[in-house]
């Protein structure tokens, strides 16, 4: 309560001049204006008994406004936006015509509008609001100063009337010996507008040109007044009402949280004002607007100097203010309905006002101003379709609405202002956290809006001490650094929408229709309830994993050494789904396994096979998801195993050489995110590309696994002593390979060319050379003959072989793991994994591998000629899956055997990515141009050869074994206009990537980002532009990788519904209602859901562009709903 405080101070002024104005009675009010203070308006004069008349432009034709009124009237047909609501003759036009006893003119617009106001007068029509002549008085900044200096109202010097030349402000300036800074201000108007601070001299022109310019277009007069600015004050108003007799005031409000002359936040009554100060503000303001015979509602407004407590005139807004809102939920006043009955002519005392005692405050009151503007982009307002409009309610909360609703269009001519919340409590502080609840329980979709800044605003201290002055926004940058809106919601809508419109999105998905199939969940990884599947079951026992950690490196490498049995990799998590379904498995649906999997089997295995190779791009690429967001969940969920990834050398994860620093920084990233075995190769055995890769892994304190990629077949030099690919060329390789400081030493067989005896063989003598190192041992089951060659090589020493889930294993994936188990149980090699625990694993991947049904390429046996191609496993089974998609399935056969020719071709390389792709590319092109070798032999030089293929002939992949064959290369360089050679590594030659470079133009391109992290970093350095694309469809769709794998490729039908878990205890029901006809003007459609219950639509393109309905009697239904 703030009554006997001022008791001594306070006085009802009586006018000295016209009264209180004419007795009528109102039966019909207009409100001249727009949005959310037409409503305002609407409903005090409804409550009053009052028929209500609105009036809107034509591009309001469909604003909430309109239709809150009673009647309603198009203006300004053939205006401009803006210029409807100006033109007060036709509005007074209408308002005749329509028989409106009384127009009520809000705030902006024609508010301050003398000639509106006496052309009210002159037509018998009450103006809601101060007579023409004190509107003039008062609209007139210079008239209003003074009046002001006349009755001892402290101002700021300025001008003494308005100035409309740069002549006329200099002059000011040098007779007044004013310096700068100062301020620019419209004479005829508010709000912000037409207001620039001047702190040079130099920039004074400029400035009164900007400042006229927009005085012009929101009040029509470039007339401006000049004053001396007063630096960080406090802006403090006082609201006023008077019916011409009486004055009274309704105490103060604070409205210093401003952003460009804009106010933002609005506080009721001040905060750490002295009392004798705001007793002097009271007594000034009343003193002042009696004596110009006021009469209505009005705000004077001050400045106070924060140091000296001294206070500064500044204007009085003779009209309605927006944030009249903290005045009346503090005084219990009803400030617009007391405007329209002294319009009428009634008394203060008639209005429920008897006096100044009468009027006291309770409580404080804050009201913000909820806009559609970007605080990311300059406060910039945003426009579009409103797809979410849900805003808060409860206690001590009051919301004055506009033009908002789901589904609304927010115009861009317009006031970019969505709604006022006003927050109410006992103390200020409780204010402060009942509005910042209200905020974040609104949600607003479809537009940007200025929420998350005004919520660093409520909880900054300076602000909740109530020490904020003007300067407070610009002094505080941290203001600007908030949380970015994820909208997940709506993205995953607009997702799904575009499933429904366009159908599979999922590049590659061309394979049959995912089946409606729930994947066989393993048991929860607790003991109890793995028990009765698995006897004997211990959650995630310690694996190799904690000994690495403990020990390091070399301590891994020595207890794999000293292991007794046979350790398997488990490749189910990247290799086999590379190899078997075009590397699209999901993150979602490992994790579903990974705990599992970590507890029944981590601790036994030498690692699991996880990350790298092709699962980095094609993660961002075709899945949308982050890689190094799966590594850091996957890590995880399974803290017992270590993580195995595949690194190319000097390519990085990617198909290119890169700098130096490059390929060290992605390791030390991956490292620091949960990596541990890097298996290093190079597609041709290049050891100058691996001994980057080796160098890079050491130095980030990774496991340094060096591969030797496998071809041809070590058996045949027992009878061709010339065989290119002998034992000792492999043994060569590993010697200097273990001379430049490996961990393991691995042997890469990507095609699955390794018989048993080859691989007894091979196993036999690098263990026999190497007899401290561990070996590791991978394949592919193409042949059919994968678990005889491990188990081959288990014998012969190796000490680890990889394998996958059975279910995920076999043709182009790795041997089975079950077989691979079941083989060793009992004997020296036995791997201490129990079937019984592989079990869940096998029926999960089998269920789950059902979702993935659009990927399969068909492969339905193993192919011996395998060793007659010699293509690896994945690029085998993605061969296939292209020939089979085209149609072109009976020309699989020529493929193979044209694979084997061009391997020729190429001098019988070692075939891997990339060098794998050079092959296939090179046979593609064979099939396609009809060529056998003779004829690309003899036509060479007049072939357009496919880049990979130039490239390869260039030793962009480095120098493979014996050379390049000539004549070709030559023929095929000089086809190619002889680019450049290169005669060592080629990315020795390479600049090194300027990291801060890169993080500058990320932040440029993606400002989203805020901050670039090294694995946006790295990710960025390796694919630049799969990033980008990665980045683009994260802002236009979200995290889709929370969807259900059958929704994530197959579109949702008519009815369907599924739950989508956004995070921990949040969930979405989305359900399809349906697909409306096509907008031939746009080429979209409205694609009809329900979300948790409650409506949403988005708008789609369609991009077949054909007139296509797809609704149910349902979504039909609810589609004339929305209409």
Request: aromatic residues 8%.
């Amino acid at each position: 309560m703030r009554g006997a405080s001022l008791r001594a101070f306070r006085q009802v002024r009586r006018s000295q001049t016209t009264g209180r104005f004419p007795r009528r009675e109102i039966k019909k009010l207009m409100a001249a204006n727009r949005g959310e203070i037409a409503i305002r308006i609407f409903r005090a004069g409804t409550e009053l008994g009052i028929r209500t008349v609105a009036i809107y432009s034509k591009e309001d034709m469909r604003s909430v406004h309109r239709y809150k009124a009673d009647e309603s009237y198009l203006v300004g047909e053939f205006n401009t936006p803006v210029g409807a609501y100006l033109d007060y003759k036709e509005i007074v036009r209408v308002a005749k015509e329509n028989d409106v006893d009384a127009i009520h003119p809000g705030y902006g617009f024609l508010s301050e509008n003398v000639h509106f106001a006496r052309l009210c007068e002159a037509e018998g029509i009450a103006f809601v609001g101060p007579r023409s002549d004190v509107l003039n008085q008062f609209g007139d900044k210079t008239l209003a100063r003074q009046l002001a200096t006349k009755h001892s109202v402290p101002v700021v010097p300025g001008t003494e009337s308005e100035v409309t030349t740069l002549e006329e402000v200099k002059e000011f300036l040098t007779s007044q010996n004013v310096e700068f800074p100062v301020i620019i201000k419209a004479a005829h108007g508010g709000g912000g507008r037409g207001m620039r601070v001047v702190r040079r001299e130099e920039d004074l022109a400029e400035a009164l040109e900007r400042a006229q310019s927009e005085a012009t277009s929101a009040f029509g007069n470039p007339a401006v007044f000049v004053e001396k600015f007063v630096d960080r004050p406090r802006h403090v108003e006082v609201q006023i009402l008077s019916d011409g007799h009486e004055t009274v005031h309704l105490y103060e409000r604070d409205c210093s949280v401003q952003r460009r002359f804009q106010k933002v936040v609005e506080i009721a009554p001040s905060v750490g004002l002295p009392t004798p100060l705001k007793d002097d503000l009271l007594n000034d303001a009343v003193r002042l607007t009696s004596a110009a015979g006021y009469a209505c509602a009005g705000t004077v407004e001050f400045l106070v100097d924060p140091l000296s407590w001294r206070h500064y005139f500044i204007e009085v807004n003779p009209r309605i203010q927006v944030e009249h809102t903290v005045t009346e939920v503090v005084t219990g006043r009803d400030i617009v309905q007391a405007q329209i009955q002294i319009a009428g002519g009634a008394s203060l005392e008639e209005c429920g006002i008897p006096n100044q005692d009468a009027i006291e405050t309770r409580g404080y009151a804050i009201q913000a101003r909820v806009t559609t503007e970007d605080p990311d982009d300059d406060f910039r307002p945003d426009a579009g379709r409103l797809q979410t409009w849900r805003p808060a309610e409860g206690n001590g909360i009051r919301l004055d609405g506009g033009n908002a609703f789901s589904g609304a269009v927010i115009s861009p001519h317009y006031d970019s202002m969505l709604m006022k919340i006003t927050a109410s409590a006992l103390t200020f502080e409780k204010a402060c956290d009942r509005l910042t609840r209200a905020l974040r329980e609104t949600r607003i979709r479809g537009v940007k809006t200025n929420m998350p800044f005004v919520l660093n605003v409520l909880k900054h201290p300076t602000f909740r001490a109530g020490d904020a002055t003007t300067a407070f926004i610009a002094e505080n940058p941290e203001l600007f650094q908030f949380p970015k809106s994820a909208d997940r919601a709506s993205k995953l809508l607009a997702y799904l929408g575009d499933l429904a419109v366009n159908g599979r999105k999922a590049v590659g998905a061309t394979g049959a229709s995912t089946p409606r199939y729930a994947a066989v969940m393993p048991p929860d990884a607790s003991e109890e309830e793995v028990a009765e599947v698995a006897p004997g079951f211990k959650k995630a026992a310690a694996g190799l994993k904690q000994i690495l950690e403990k020990e390091g490196p070399s301590g891994f490498a020595k207890a794999v050494r000293e292991r007794k049995g046979l350790l398997l990799t488990d490749t189910t998590m990247r290799d086999a789904h590379q190899s078997l379904l075009a590397t699209r498995v999901r993150t979602k649906d490992i994790l579903a396994v990974a705990p599992y999997a970590s507890a029944a089997i981590g601790s036994e295995c030498y690692s699991f096979e996880n990350w790298g190779g092709a699962t980095f791009d094609v993660c961002m690429r075709f899945l949308h998801e982050c890689p190094w967001d799966r590594l850091a969940q996957m890590r995880s969920a399974m803290p017992n195993v270590p993580f195995q990834m595949l690194l190319r050398g000097a390519n990085g994860v990617g198909y290119t050489s890169y700098p130096d620093n490059a390929i060290f920084k992605f390791c030390d990233v991956a490292v620091k995110n949960g990596m541990d075995v890097f298996r290093i190769f190079d597609s041709l055995n290049y050891l100058e590309n691996m001994y980057l890769g080796i160098d890079a892994v050491g130095a980030a304190g990774g496991v340094v696994e060096a591969a030797i990629s496998y071809t041809g077949d070590v058996t045949l030099e027992e009878k061709d002593s010339t065989t290119k690919y002998s034992l000792d060329y492999y043994l060569e390789l590993a010697t200097k390979m273990k001379l430049r400081g490996i961990h393991v030493l691995a042997i890469k067989d990507m095609a699955g060319l390794l018989t048993p005896r080859a691989s007894r063989k091979l196993v036999s003598a690098l263990r026999s050379e190497f007899p401290d190192l561990p070996i590791h041992v991978h394949t592919h089951d193409t042949a059919g003959n994968g678990v005889a060659s491990m188990l081959a090589a288990a014998e012969a020493g190796a000490d680890a072989v990889d394998v996958a889930v059975d279910s995920m294993s076999g043709l182009t994936s790795q041997p089975s793991m079950g077989a691979v188990v079941a083989a060793v149980k009992g004997t020296s090699l036995d791997t201490g994994l129990d079937l019984s625990k592989i079990t869940p694993l096998i029926d999960y991947w089998e269920s789950a591998r059902m979702s993935y049904a659009a990927f399969e390429s068909g492969q339905k046996s193993g192919s011996s000629d395998v060793y007659n191609h010699e293509m690896p496993g994945g690029q085998y089974t993605n061969l296939l899956f292209q020939a089979t998609s085209l149609g072109l399935s009976e020309k699989w056969p020529q493929v193979k055997k044209k694979y084997a020719e061009a391997n020729q071709l190429l001098g019988d390389i070692v075939k891997v990515t990339p060098s794998s792709k050079t092959v296939g590319d090179l046979a593609q092109f064979m099939v396609t141009n009809d060529l056998s070798p003779e004829d690309l032999k003899a036509q060479a030089k007049t072939l357009s050869f496919p880049s990979s293929v130039v490239e390869f002939f260039q030793g962009a992949l480095g120098i493979p074994k014996g050379g390049f064959p000539e004549p070709l290369r030559t023929d095929v360089l000089q086809s190619a206009g002889n680019p450049r050679t290169f005669s060592g590594r080629p990315g020795a030659e390479l600049d090194p990537v300027d990291f801060d470079a890169v993080k500058t133009a990320l932040l440029k391109r993606h400002p989203e980002l805020r901050v670039v992290k090294d694995t946006d970093l790295m990710s960025a350095v390796m694919y630049p532009k799969v990033f980008d694309e990665f980045q683009d469809h994260v802002q236009k769709y979200g995290d889709v990788s929370i969807l259900p794998t059958r929704e994530f490729i197959e579109p949702l039908e008519a009815g369907e519904t599924i739950d989508i878990v956004i995070e921990r205890g949040k969930h979405l029901v989305v359900k399809l209602l349906g697909v409306g006809t096509l907008d031939p003007k746009t080429g979209s459609r409205e694609v009809f859901f329900e979300l948790n219950g409650s409506p949403r639509s988005v708008l789609v393109a369609d991009k077949h562009s054909t007139e296509k309905t797809i609704v149910s009697e349902l979504s039909f239904f609810v589609f004339l709903v929305f209409v």
